[in-house]
């Protein structure tokens, strides 16, 4: 414990998540919670939203070809996408 009630210090400097705003949303099966909650929004996508700093990655080495085709309309201009 913390001297003269003070929280003990983090030696917590960086926290790395990864995942992708761009994918599907989560899947709530109560939609008054999830509406209520605004549930149906990512934690990244919230992170996003809220400006906390991000990378994009802009390649990918495990679909073929053919099937980035399919869905490089949804990442924009990343020509490795």
Avoid at 23 to 40: A, D, R
Avoid at 50 to 73: F, I, K
């Amino acid at each position: 414990a913390g001297s003269g009630g003070n929280a003990p210090q983090s030696r917590l400097k960086r926290i790395v998540l990864i995942g992708d705003h761009n994918q599907l949303p989560p899947v709530v099966q109560n939609h008054v919670l999830s509406s209520y909650s605004n549930l149906e929004v990512s934690l990244f996508a919230r992170l996003v939203r809220l400006g906390v700093p991000h990378v994009t990655l802009d390649l990918q080495g495990r679909s073929r070809e053919t099937l980035c085709d399919l869905y490089a309309w949804r990442y924009g201009t990343s020509p490795g996408l």
